[in-house]
């Protein structure tokens, strides 16, 4: 199986500011990953997919980049309405699997 | 709009089972994949299963294969998971959600359902 590694597992942050969240793939999945948010109580919500693709109706202040086995999430200015917690998926290769998250806090 | 809802959950025994169900609405259901993916408590997200837009394969995790069942009715735009032989480790919010690919699978998902608990306890 493909064992995807988010880092960090925690992130502390303030609005306005500029994260990247890293997502590393323990083989080559090419650009078969995708982005999720989830809120506390909610489902996923599908942020990127084909590791750059903005999902329609999602802010374009995320943006996701990378290819191979290494792959980051940028929110260019961190609104309040962002905190929550991110996981990457591949699709590359079944079974498919997720990252263990990153928990995006206010500082 | 488009819009998956989840039943069928609850609390069962060790060794039981659950049948749950995703009704889905406001698209052409019948052109999409449906996955099935859960949660444990305080936990991270875990595949479990996906069937095809008309039924034809089905993928397993490892984890559930040979316990649970996915199938689709195409006629009610639903599809179920069959629960069989459940654990304690099977505890979860389940959510189906819908593939991201128009009948071509493409393996990630743009649609989720607010999901539904099993809880296996004695």
């Known amino acids: 199986d493909i064992q995807l590694t988010q880092s960090p597992s925690f992130l502390s942050a303030s609005v306005g500011d500029r994260v990247t969240l890293a997502c590393r793939a323990s083989?080559?999945?090419?650009?078969?990953l995708a982005w999720y948010q989830q809120k506390p109580g909610e489902a996923p919500k599908l942020l990127i997919y084909s590791a750059s693709t903005l999902q329609i109706g999602v802010p374009s202040r995320f943006s996701g980049s990378g290819s191979g086995t290494e792959f980051t999430l940028t929110i260019s200015s961190l609104q309040p309405e962002d905190f929550a917690t991110y996981y990457c998926q591949q699709f590359k290769i079944s079974p498919l699997t997720f990252g263990g998250g990153t928990k995006v806090e206010i500082k | 709009q488009v819009q998956l809802v989840e039943s069928g959950g609850g609390v069962v025994q060790p060794g039981g089972s659950l049948r749950l169900s995703c009704a889905a609405s406001g698209f052409t259901f019948s052109s999409y994949g449906i996955h099935w993916v859960r949660q444990a408590p305080g936990k991270g997200l875990e595949w479990v299963a996906f069937i095809r837009y008309d039924g034809s394969e089905e993928y397993y995790a490892d984890s559930v294969k040979g316990r649970f069942t996915i199938s689709r009715d195409n006629s009610k735009n639903m599809v179920y998971l069959q629960m069989n032989s459940l654990r304690p480790d099977d505890t979860s919010v389940c959510y189906c959600a819908r593939d991201g690919g128009w009948a071509l699978p493409a393996y990630y998902m743009d649609v989720w359902g607010k999901g539904t608990t099993v809880t296996v306890s004695s």
């Open positions: 083989q080559g999945i090419s650009n078969y």
